[in-house]
Structure formats: C-alpha cells, structure tokens
C-alpha cells in the first residue's frame, strides 16, 4: 500500500464498500472479486445491475470482463504503460478534472511529460490492448461522475507493484475521482487482517499508526510509554531477514501464523534460509511447511479462541469474540507477553481490550477505537478521539500528505521481472480461487470444500491446449527457472493465449516452486502474477 | 425525480416520519412495529408475492402489501384488524395444506418463519385439505440439503441466487403444481453451476433449504451465538459461530452485520471445519534432532527466552527478529511489533506476507 500512501496520503481505500452500488462507472483493474472477494463482489454486482458501466483491466477473462463494457486485455506487467495510455488520451482529448488538478493536487506537470511519450500506438504495442479499448475506457472513467476505481493483487504483486498504485492514483487523480462518496480508490487485498497488520506497525519502518520510527518526536512518545529507548535504525524486512539468514548473518526468528515456506514465491530459497537459522520459534495452528524448520513450534488459537479485533479493508475495526477456550490453553497474546517477561521486559494484560486501550493511546488513527465503543458501533479509522464517528470517506477536503496536497507521480513502464522467451514461452500468472485460501492449511481441512475442488488445476486457453495436444484432464509438467511441478490440466477461455493460471493452495503443486525471486523493491511484495514457464506432457 | 420531502405517516397510531423512498414494512420497522412476512428479506428487492404482509391504509379499500406499498405524506396504516388477521390466517392454512407434518424431527423447528407463523396465528394444517407433495429430500451436495415438500414457493432462495449472488444456479422449474425452485434440469449442484454460498439457505423461511452439516447437530434454541468477523479474506464479514457443548457446529448468518448484511461465501460459511481438526497443534513442540517432542508451556518459554537471550548476547541483537501476520489480530500485531521493539530492541520485525 505504499503506492497509494505516496500519492495520497495513506495506503487504505479511500471509500466504504457500502457506497459501491451508488456508483455510476467501475473500473476494476488486476481483481477477479467474483473468486477473492465474492461479497465486494456483491456490492459491485448491485452497482452493475444499478447500471453501471464497466471497464476491466486484466489478462484473464474472468467474470466481471465477460461482463464489462471495455475489457483492457492487457498483457501481464504492463499495468503502468495502460495507465499512462489512458492519462495521454484523456489530456488529449481535454477530459482530465482542471479544476481539481489546480487546487488539489502537485506535480501535473511532470506526469504530462511523461505521459506524453505513452501515446495510443506505442501503449497498444506494450499492453496487447487494442487502440479503441483505451479510448473508449478514458471515455468512460473520465466523464463519469461517480466513478470507483478497485484494484487488487494483480496491481501490487508485480515488481512495481507500488508504482502500479501510485499510477492508479494518477488516473483517478487526473479525473478528480477523489474524496467524494462513492467516488475513490478500492484496493482489494488477500488476508484477512492485512490492514490492521499494516496498521498496527510490525514493520521495519513505522510504529502503529504509519508513524515514522526516524522521527524523533514519535519515538519519544513511545519511549515514554514503553520506558525503554527506541532504536532509530530502520529494521530489516523480512525478505532481508531471510537472505541474511542464507548469509549466515541472521541467527532467530520468531514467525508468527505465517507460513513462509510455501506461500513466498521461491521457496526453495526461503526453505533454505530458514534451515539456515539458530533458532526458529513458530507459532500456528497447524503444522506447516514453515513449522518442519522450527525449533520450537508453539500451538496457535484460532479465530474463534480468542477476543481480538481484525481491520477489514475498508479501514473497518471490528471484533472477533471468544467462543471456545484456546485448545492449547493459551492466545497468541498471552504468549508473547510471557516470553517479553521472561526476557526481562514485563508485559501484562488482563484482556485483549486493554491492548487496544494502549493503541488508542498511541495511533492516532484508532485514537477513538474501544471495545466498548465497538459493541455498539462499526467504526472505520481514522477515528481519532472517542467522540469521533469514524470515517467512511477519506480525502474530502486534504489530502494526509504534507500541504494537503496529493502528488502525481511520473513513471516509466518497466515490464515483468521474468519476461517468456523461447525455451519458458508461457507467462504464469497466480492467483486464488473462491473455495480456498491460502496455503490451504484451513480449507483443505474442509471435507466439502475438498470434495468439491480437491486438487490443483492448471487454466489454459484452448489454442494453446490445441497446440500442446494436451486435453481436459491431462497430466503435465510446468517448469520455470527454479523449479517444476506436475499439475492437471484445466482448459478454460478464462486464460488468453500465451497465459497460463494457477492458485497456490496446493503444497502437492504448488505454484510456489515456480514463481519468480522479482519483488517490488519498495513494498517488498514479490512477483506472484507473472514468471515465464513451460508446459510438457 | 424521487421526492425528497419529509413524508409524515401513521401507523397503529404511532407517528413516523420517513425521509427517503420507504415501504410502509421499512417505516413500520423502523418505528419497532412488526410486521409478519415470509417472501421479504431486506437483501432482496420488494416483490409482493406472499401477501402475508398485507396492511390496511385509510382511504384504500382493498388491503396493500406492507413490502412493496410505498409510504405517502399523510398515509395512515393499521398493520392489523380482523379482516386482516382472518386473511393471514387463510394464507398460513393454504401454506400448511400442501406441508408436510414434520415439525418434531425438522431442521428448523424453532428457528422457522411458517412454523412461528402458525403458532401465532393458530392456524393447523388440517383446514383445508390439499394435495400433497411427496418429494425425497436431496442431499446431493456436500452442503445444501434440500426438502421440497417443506418449500412454499417464497422465491426468496431463487432470487437471492439471481439477483444478489447473480449465479443463476436455480430458478423456479416445472409448472403449476409441480413447479418448485430448483437447477436446471434438477442437476445436483455442483462446482460447476453454484457457488456454495449458502445464501439460498440463509434466505428460506421454512426447513426447506438447510446446511447440511449442521443438520442433526442441535436446535437453533440449544445453540450459543458468538458474533464474531470472518478470518479468511480481508472484506470483513461479520456472522454467528453456533455452538454446542463447547464445539463450533454451525455458522449462521448475521443479518445486520455493516459489512455483509447476512450474505457469506463458501468459506465464511462452510470453511469452519478446521477449528476442530484433529491435527491441531495442541502442546509445545520441541525439537531435538530430527524429531519433535511435546513440551509444556513454561518449558517451551523458558528455552525460547533463553535462546534469543543467547543469540542476542554471541551476535548481537540485530541478528534476531519476528514476522507478524496478516491472519493475526491487531493486538496481536502490536505486540510483536512491541517486542521487537521493546524485547530484542530493533526494529526487525515485519509483515512477512504483503499479500
Ligand atoms: S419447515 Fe417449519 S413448519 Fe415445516 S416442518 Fe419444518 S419446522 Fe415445521
Ligand atoms: S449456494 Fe449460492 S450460488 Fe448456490 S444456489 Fe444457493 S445462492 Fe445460488
Ligand atoms: S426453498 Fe425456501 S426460499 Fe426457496 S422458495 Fe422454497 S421456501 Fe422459499
Ligand atoms: S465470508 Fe467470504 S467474503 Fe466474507 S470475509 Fe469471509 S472469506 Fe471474505
Ligand atoms: S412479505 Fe410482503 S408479500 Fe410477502
């Protein structure tokens, strides 16, 4: 979310979902909602039979593309070129928003440049979308009057995934689509908590919040609230923690409920860093395959073993609740305290509440946010005080960046860390389905749920099946530069020639082995939907 | 243009002012006054099909459906007299003579619309006599049970599946007497035709549709709700863990959750397998060689501490770090990022999946 965090301000959707069917124009980019968010999903269903027009953008005929009014075809990793086509036909033909460039945004100017050079036949030439469809999709977003754009994963797990937001930001910016109901940036994202993990700052950089751990006042106020001294280094992110620990310079890890070992591309180099460590301390409620690296491996309390809060993406807080004792006796929470103190450093709560008491203290944004509240109301942040209503939309006056302002950001198209070639002439694109989630450790324990779709199953376009002579059913090995699987074949006109698909909930075939080490160098998200592979019988 | 003028209406005598668009069943709703229906569900648009819902409004002659009759300035509603209450009485016992007798082993005893429907209003089913249907139930699926015989042509499973879900898995097939809601050519659902979103089954009145797995499991009256918010993807829909003698047996719909209005997909609603799998983790493990052994709490703290300490005191404390997640709570995100912060005294500590 560090895109939308540069351009506008925060990196949290700028909308609530239940403004969506108000709607007038949607443009989905990189989102199959239909499989990954099938109750958005429901929200941009209503606004389409409401009336809505469609624009898609993205390499598979997925659902909402069977249903849209321009689909953007565009090849895997051109995100940026498509983005920039669009600005340069809507600067050209004189449909960008003046008003709100003028008075609310900075740095037009450079992104006029730079557009200027993306013009209809070269970005037809790096996207595979035909000149029309640009057109007609500038047409459509520009002269709408509520117009929502929302994006997913296949925007951000690129290798320039962040620029791939900050580029989204620059169409809706240019159009002033922004800051009124029903009218924003959605960004749709794969867990469940992955806000509130941002939010609540387990990262090298910030403190909860997004506050900078740099800035010496912020530090300050932690360091009087914790009574120890902050460090002022920036931290390691965890991609560097692991390729430290190949090192050999990197000794422990606690790993929280992630299973790195499957659901990193490349995991032979993350397996491989994690034998690497001393000491390996891994919490989860199954074992995994991150769990066989462990030292120790600790019992985890599911969702409905304890009290907590979860983030949802549209900035909402709300409250799991505690129907069954922990199986093993003790929450997450308990535990770390116990170690904290065991290591000198005491923490005590009697309950989950008291530790959003001490993040309200602390974070702004959920400065108003209680338990107690949050049995009487929904609440999305920022919330900043107790009095506070929440905030359902962002950005109506300012901008959260310094001077209110949001910032267009001029960006080169830069393509897929792994393009095909000759011997790996396929592009894999990962992705998930609606029936599992995951490494697939919580709905492959799902007896109906495997019944219904028990394995792994590679989606081909019928021309390429043809050329493969592979049919329906058929056994065949995908191999990439690191790795090879073996995987049924499933042959679907969801796929376009030249693409291939496939989840990454399967540890039998897992997608993983394949996918490319590229990541976008500043979220450090890696490359999932896109590396270059063969396909044989 | 819709009005957009404050309406002032009446009903039972009580004043109520409506601001927008409403239906005289959303106004009185609003006002605490209850209305019965069974083809209404607020996920739905109005559709008048049941008539369960009539009201009487001064000055019109014949009743008005409360569902899809919109309020007016002025409007004064009584939502129920004799007429109204004999009428209700005749739509109950129609309903009953084609409905099987079945309430002492049905799924929805004590949680179904008909069944409450007739006890309010002192209906049974041998006021009219009636043809019968004698249909097996169809447990074709690993989810939705089907009865049809308990189905009374609501058409709330139908269109909750085409107009909200926009699946198009079932519709009303077949004609007259023997039409019923159902997949086409009454194929078993399968991956290929439905979604398994069990949305039909949060919309039947009746024991027609229910979830298969918590069939048998215990009464809806038996069971303890917990609202509680979906752990699988990050939309955040809220619904009821339903249990009994301490085990999670069922997920049932919350339908005033902000999010998701009741609706769930497949894993919200079927996904909760795992919480009682038997290959949980359920001691420490520690390992020793290539193999792991059980250990308690306090052993696996103690060597945990003891490690860090040691690796921060040989390296250094830059050496060591945690990965938090996106599948764990807020408080639980902050408190790795607290020790970290606090115990290992860095800042490496991170989100290890940005996904
Ligand atoms: S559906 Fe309702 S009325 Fe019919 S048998 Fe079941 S509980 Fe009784
Ligand atoms: S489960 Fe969902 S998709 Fe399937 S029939 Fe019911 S409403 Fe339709
Ligand atoms: S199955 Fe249930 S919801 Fe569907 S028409 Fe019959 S009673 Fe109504
Ligand atoms: S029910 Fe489905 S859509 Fe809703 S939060 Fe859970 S996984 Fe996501
Ligand atoms: S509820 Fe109004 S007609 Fe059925």
Redesign the interface.
């Known amino acids: 979310m560090a895109g939308l965090a540069t351009s506008l301000g925060a990196g949290a959707a700028t909308n609530s979902l239940a403004q969506m069917p108000d709607m007038d124009t949607l443009f989905l980019f990189g989102s199959n909602p239909t499989e990954a968010h099938p109750i958005v999903s429901i929200y941009l269903k209503k606004a389409l039979s409401n009336g809505a027009k469609l624009v898609v953008g993205d390499p598979r005929k997925t659902w909402m593309a069977r249903r849209s009014d321009v689909w953007l075809n565009l090849r895997p990793g051109s995100n940026i070129a498509l983005l920039n086509g669009l600005i340069h036909v809507i600067l050209k033909k004189g449909w960008e928003n003046k008003e709100f460039i003028k008075s609310r945004t900075e740095g037009f100017e450079e992104l006029k440049k730079k557009v200027r050079e993306y013009d209809l036949k070269k970005t037809e030439k790096l996207t595979g979308v035909p000149e029309e469809r640009i057109i007609e999709a500038a047409r459509l977003y520009s002269n709408a009057d509520k117009a929502m754009i929302v994006y997913g994963l296949g925007v951000t797990e690129h290798q320039t995934g962040t620029e791939n937001a900050m580029a989204i930001a620059n169409l809706a910016l240019v159009c002033g689509h922004i800051g009124r109901p029903s009218t924003g940036i959605m960004a749709l994202r794969g867990q469940n908590n992955v806000q509130g993990a941002s939010d609540l700052g387990p990262l090298p950089a910030t403190f909860p919040g997004y506050q900078s751990i740099t800035n010496p006042e912020v530090r300050e106020k932690f360091e009087k609230a914790w009574g120890v001294a902050m460090s002022p280094e920036i931290g390691l992110k965890s991609v560097e923690m692991l390729d430290k620990a190949c090192e050999g310079k990197f000794k422990g890890i606690f790993i929280l409920g992630e299973d790195p070992a499957q659901t990193d591309p490349n995991v032979h180099e993350v397996r491989r860093a994690l034998s690497s460590l001393e000491f390996l301390v891994v919490q989860d409620i199954f074992h995994t395959e991150t769990t066989k690296h462990a030292h120790v491996i600790l019992p985890g309390a599911s969702f409905a073993e304890k009290d907590g809060t979860f983030t949802n993406g549209e900035r909402r807080v709300q409250r799991i609740r505690k129907a069954i004792e922990p199986m093993a006796g003790k929450a997450e929470w308990q535990v770390i305290c116990e170690i904290a103190a065991k290591m000198g450093y005491p923490m005590s709560y009697n309950h989950p509440s008291e530790i959003m008491d001490e993040i309200a203290g602390l974070t702004p944004i959920y400065g108003g946010i209680s338990y107690e509240r949050l049995e009487r109301e929904s609440l999305q942040w920022p919330c900043p005080t107790k009095d506070h209503p929440g905030t359902t939309t962002l950005y109506t006056d300012l901008f959260s960046r310094p001077g209110g302002l949001a910032k267009f950001m001029a960006l080169d198209h830069k393509g897929s860390g792994e393009v095909p070639d000759k011997k790996f002439p396929y592009v894999l694109i990962t992705g998930r389905i609606r029936e599992h989630y995951n490494n697939g450790s919580m709905t492959r324990r799902v007896k109906g749920i495997m019944e219904l779709v028990p394995e792994e199953l590679l989606e081909i376009s019928h021309a390429d099946a043809k050329k493969l002579r592979i049919k329906d059913g058929d056994m065949v090995k995908v191999s990439s530069r690191r790795g090879e699987i073996k995987v049924k074949v499933k042959v679907t006109d969801r796929s376009q020639p030249g693409n291939v698909f496939m989840t990454f909930h399967f540890p039998e075939a897992l997608s993983n082995f394949l996918t490319s080490e590229h990541r976008d160098p500043i979220a450090g998200t890696p490359e999932y939907k896109s590396c270059a592979v063969r396909i044989e019988k | 243009m819709p009005e957009k003028k404050i309406k002032k209406v009446k009903i039972d005598g009580r004043k109520i002012a409506c601001e927008r668009e409403e239906t005289i069943l959303q106004a009185a709703k609003k006002a605490g006054i209850e209305i019965p229906t069974l083809c209404h569900d607020d996920r739905l648009e109005p559709y008048g099909g049941c008539r369960l819902c009539i009201v009487q409004v001064k000055g019109v002659v014949r009743p008005l459906p409360a569902c899809t009759t919109p309020v007016t300035n002025n409007m004064e509603v009584c939502t129920e007299n004799d007429i109204i209450r004999r009428i209700r009485q005749n739509i109950i016992a129609l309903l009953l003579s084609n409905h099987p007798n079945d309430c002492m082993k049905c799924e929805k005893t004590g949680d179904c619309a008909l069944q409450d429907l007739a006890y309010r209003y002192d209906v049974d089913s041998t006021r009219f006599e009636g043809e019968k249907w004698d249909l097996p139930i169809r447990e074709d699926n690993?989810?939705i049970s089907y009865e049809p015989n308990k189905c009374i042509l609501c058409g709330r499973c139908t269109r909750i599946c085409n107009?909200?879900?926009?699946a198009g898995t079932i519709d009303l097939v077949g004609r007259g007497f023997n039409s019923m809601p159902d997949t086409a050519f009454r194929r078993p659902r399968?991956?290929d035709n439905c979604?398994?979103?069990g949305q039909c089954v949060s919309t039947c009145p009746t024991g027609a549709l229910t979830d298969?797995?918590g069939r048998g499991r215990g009464r809806s009256y038996e069971m303890?709700k917990?609202?509680?918010?979906?752990?699988?993807?990050?939309?955040?829909?809220?619904f009821d863990?339903n249990?009994k003698d301490?085990?999670?047996v069922k997920v049932t719909s919350a339908y005033d959750a902000?999010?998701?209005h009741g609706?769930?997909?497949?894993?919200?609603r079927?996904?909760?397998?795992?919480?009682h799998?038997a290959?949980?983790?359920?001691?420490?493990?520690?390992?020793r060689g290539d193999s792991?052994h059980e250990?308690t709490?306090d052993e696996?703290?103690?060597?945990?501490?003891d490690?860090?300490?040691g690796?921060m005191k040989?390296?250094g404390n830059k050496?060591?770090?945690?990965?938090?997640?996106?599948?764990?709570?807020?408080?639980?995100?902050?408190?790795?990022?607290?020790?970290?912060?606090?115990?290992f005294?860095?800042?490496?500590?991170?989100?290890?999946?940005?996904?």
Request: net charge positive; aromatic share 12%.
């Open positions: 690993p989810f107009e909200v879900v926009m399968t991956i979604e398994f979103c298969k797995k303890k917990v609202r509680t918010t979906c752990s699988y993807c990050g939309t955040g829909c809220n863990l249990l301490g085990k999670v902000p999010v998701n609706n769930l997909c497949i894993k919200g079927y996904g909760y397998d795992f919480i799998s290959d949980r983790i359920k001691t420490p493990l520690i390992r792991f250990a709490w696996a703290i103690d060597l945990i501490a490690r860090f300490s690796l040989k390296y050496t060591v770090g945690a990965f938090s997640s996106s599948r764990c709570t807020n408080e639980e995100n902050f408190l790795i990022a607290k020790f970290a912060r606090t115990v005294k860095n800042n490496n500590v991170d989100n290890c999946a940005r996904v």
